[in-house]
């Protein structure tokens, strides 16, 4: 219920932009002799198939990650040594071409080191690892650490902001974080308070901060920046609140914003071209993004931007989806709400949309499409074309074009899905079920049994793909819902619901999630693994044919990636809705990962709920976890001994 | 008949718990008794309860507990690391201190922030519901899932 997305708003801003830039002694590049990490990963050791360990004599000094000042992220994210942006790579793939650990040896692995957060509530994201020095960042208050990863993961420096504490109450479903973005020796943190600051990698010195929306009118931050070039990219969270989305790019250098393209709005607020920037092939038509609304109702219309950020270098175009329109009650906003619930490409040097495409015209059920775009080549119907996986809250896994943004295969990815029989082709558009029409059945009824729930059959958890088995690995909820709408009046910074759902397990199942195999090309599921409750945390899949994912009761997982078969389990301290990475220290490949249950998953959890309920609601259907876990915010580390 | 009226008279079984869990909805308009017809809000008496159903307002109570208090007291009002478990709450506020903790709002201590909902038309209007639902809540008449309800009465 709940709102799960963290959502802003920002109804202000262009003129009332509040950005200076702070102390800049830290900013000189002190190490401009340091080798480019290009160098540095040529000269790395070169993990061997086998599984066994290459010799770590080979590595260069890498004192800290301003040694990585001179290379560009492109260049960074293809080195497998180090773990650079919060989904691995521009791509989103969650990728990694280490194969030390392997699906023969990693029934051997063990915890290497662990470090305490010192703050409870959810973890999401996870560790940025430059070098000898991994990033650590936490939920509200979000403080920031530096661990030295030569003696023993010892804090270098720790950031911890001043924020106000008025900004806890309007973040939909928990306090997370989905992690910090790295850049030119800096390291970039967006807090709750939608404070975009810079920090020297080196010193954790304030370079330079921003503001970037209104927390008094619902307006918070939760998602990790990414930087393409000279510019960092970060959204709002708030669609709970009637926040109006968009996406926002800062120069690295000092915080000035470059652009700002809105989800809704006239074509200058949403940077669209009538002519030039289509949906599905066709001109999407002057001012799209006001047509569907009736009156200013797209000036609370949601649409927020608090997932995650993909980027092809060649094309030069950021992708990204927007969330859900405000507020839940569907009949007190006709028309399909654009551009609400649709896929994004945008110029990354003017935020220029070229394509767009909306899943889920006029939302019913709050299936946000903010989750992360997989940019993957794949030959289709004999030819090799740059497509778009993107798994959605709506049920629906879209494979597009990514040029042109052609819409290619949409199928289920859990066959419960029941709110639509299927998406039409030719329109895009989802074959909505009357039965399960919030917005058909009208306000003030309780319409049963849709599925999937509200936090969708995926969520903001990532997703992972190996280029090794052609497979995307899919953490999802099994989840489905009651949801009646009813009258809300909009206020600026109260929330903006208008309706109440009850979250329980599809017919006849008693689990919440599934971890599955995809493959995107045929739209089929190649194997599932069930799970207790909903897999929130994000996937990781590896050269040695080995995914990894957590679970809500604390589970880290290995699995064999041709098979689904289990490899390995170990129970950290509290839940797990962060995700996991790699990265090798002195030549040897570890896994690591943030635990910390909270999130919309584990509200009920984290509000420490123990009391039985009907069966019915999502507190009903969670509560049990507290008999598997409890709050913590730790990072655990894995590897396979010597 | 099986009359259960006021607060405080009894306190219902999680089987007639359960019983209200299945029937939820199946029964949404149910006749409206003689007694419930009379039924009027007041601190003393908040909500009406017959047959496991509640009165209108407890049940508008529970909707807009979930649209505007559930992110931070949680899906059952157990309270969350930044929030306090209002079935406490409700066993020791008056319907006066309610009130004006509701409208003001209230800084504790560490991370707890109540925001003050004087300007928020989807809370104040109905905050007699909040009160009769959360009370029930707190009494044991009501559970966690939605609670079956009598129709609107005309004034």
Avoid at chain 1, 54 to 71: E, G, M, R
Avoid at chain 1, 174 to 188: H, M, P, Q, S, W
Avoid at chain 1, 372 to 395: A, C, Q, T
Avoid at chain 1, 590 to 616: C, D, F, N, Q, R
Wanted: glycine share 10%; net charge negative; hydrophobic share 40%.
């Amino acid at each position: 219920m709940t709102l799960m997305k963290n959502q802003i708003v920002l109804v202000v801003v262009a003129a009332g932009l509040v950005y200076y830039v702070g102390d800049r002694a830290g900013q000189q590049r002190t190490d401009a002799a340091a080798p480019p990490a290009a160098a540095v990963a040529a000269t790395a050791p070169t993990p061997a198939g086998d599984g066994s360990a290459a010799a770590p004599t080979a590595k260069p000094q890498l004192a800290v990650a301003s040694d990585f000042a001179q290379a560009s992220l492109t260049e960074l994210q293809n080195d497998p040594n180090i773990w650079v942006m919060q989904n691995g790579n521009y791509a989103s793939t969650r990728y990694s071409a280490l194969d030390q650990i392997n699906a023969v040896n990693a029934k051997d692995l063990q915890v290497a080191w662990t470090f305490s957060t010192g703050v409870l509530r959810g973890h999401e994201g996870g560790p940025l690892v430059l070098g000898d020095v991994m990033y650590v960042h936490t939920p509200f208050p979000n403080k920031v650490f530096a661990l030295d990863l030569n003696n023993d993961g010892k804090i270098l420096w720790k950031y911890e902001p001043r924020q106000d504490t008025s900004v806890i109450p309007v973040m939909c479903c928990d306090t997370v974080n989905r992690g910090l973005a790295y850049a030119e020796g800096k390291i970039f943190l967006y807090q709750a308070d939608t404070t975009l600051v810079a920090l020297d990698a080196k010193t954790g010195t304030k370079l330079w901060s921003v503001v970037n929306g209104d927390p008094t009118k619902g307006a918070t931050g939760t998602a990790a920046p990414m930087v393409v070039k000279d510019k960092v990219y970060v959204g709002i969270s708030g669609g709970e609140f009637g926040v109006r989305g968009y996406l926002t790019a800062y120069n690295t250098a000092d915080g000035a914003q470059v652009w700002r393209g809105y989800s809704m709005g006239p074509d200058s607020d949403t940077l669209m071209d009538p002519e030039k920037t289509t949906h599905l092939g066709k001109p999407v038509g002057k001012d799209s993004g006001t047509a569907t609304w009736e009156g200013d109702q797209w000036k609370i219309g949601g649409g927020t931007t608090w997932g995650w950020y993909s980027y092809d270098p060649e094309l030069n175009l950021v992708y990204y989806g927007t969330g859900n329109p405000s507020t839940w009650n569907p009949n007190q906003r006709p028309g399909d709400n654009r551009w609400s619930m649709t896929i994004f490409a945008r110029d990354a040097d003017t935020g220029m949309a070229k394509w767009v495409y909306q899943m889920t015209p006029h939302d019913e059920w709050d299936y946000d499409g903010v989750n992360e775009m997989l940019l993957v080549e794949k030959e289709i119907d004999g030819v090799m074309r740059k497509l778009l996986v993107h798994f959605d809250r709506n049920g629906f896994a879209y494979t597009m074009d990514r040029l042109t943004g052609e819409l290619l295969v949409a199928e289920k990815f859990d066959p419960v899905v029941n709110w639509a029989t299927h998406i039409d082709m030719d329109t895009g558009r989802p074959q909505v079920v009357a039965e399960f029409s919030p917005a058909a059945n009208g306000e003030d009824v309780n319409t049963k049994g849709i599925c999937p729930a509200a936090l969708g059959t995926k969520d903001q958890q990532p997703a992972s793909y190996s280029p090794r088995t052609g497979m995307f690995y899919v953490p999802t909820n099994h989840v489905c819902m009651d949801y009646e709408p009813f009258q809300v009046s909009y206020v600026a910074g109260q929330p903006y619901v208008g309706a109440t759902l009850s979250m329980f397990p599809p017919e006849g199942k008693d689990h919440l999630g599934n971890f599955i195999a995809w493959d995107a090309v045929k739209g089929e599921i190649k194997w599932t693994i069930p799970e207790k409750f909903s897999v929130w945390s994000g996937a990781l899949a590896t050269a040695g044919d080995v995914v990894f994912y957590g679970t809500l009761e604390g589970y880290l997982k290995a699995v064999d990636a041709k098979t689904g078969e289990e490899l390995y389990r170990f129970k950290t301290p509290s839940g797990i809705i962060g995700n996991v990475n790699t990265y090798t220290h002195n030549g040897k490949q570890y896994i690591a990962v943030l635990s910390g249950l909270g999130g919309w998953a584990g509200i009920g959890m984290a509000a420490g709920l123990t009391e039985p309920t009907e069966g019915l609601g999502a507190v009903g259907a969670y509560s049990s976890l507290s008999d598997y876990t409890q709050l913590g915010g730790q990072l655990t580390v894995f590897a396979i001994p010597n | 008949m099986n009359l259960t009226s006021f607060p405080g008279h009894r306190r219902a079984t999680a089987a007639q718990h359960l019983a209200a869990a299945l029937l939820g909805g199946a029964l949404f308009s149910p006749a409206i008794s003689a007694d419930y017809s009379s039924f009027k809000f007041s601190p003393e008496t908040p909500y009406y309860v017959e047959d496991n159903k509640v009165d209108f307002g407890t049940y508008n109570g529970f909707r807009r507990y979930h649209s505007e208090c559930h992110t931070c007291h949680g899906p059952a009002g157990m309270g969350s690391a930044y929030a306090p478990a209002l079935m406490k709450s409700m066993e020791v506020l008056t319907f006066d201190q309610f009130v004006e903790v509701v409208i003001n709002g209230r800084t504790g201590m560490d991370q707890r922030v109540m925001p003050g909902f004087a300007s928020n038309l989807n809370v104040l209007p109905y905050i007699s519901d909040l009160y009769a639902y959360l009370k029930a809540r707190s009494d044991g008449v009501v559970g966690t899932a939605r609670p079956p309800n009598f129709p609107k009465v005309k004034p």
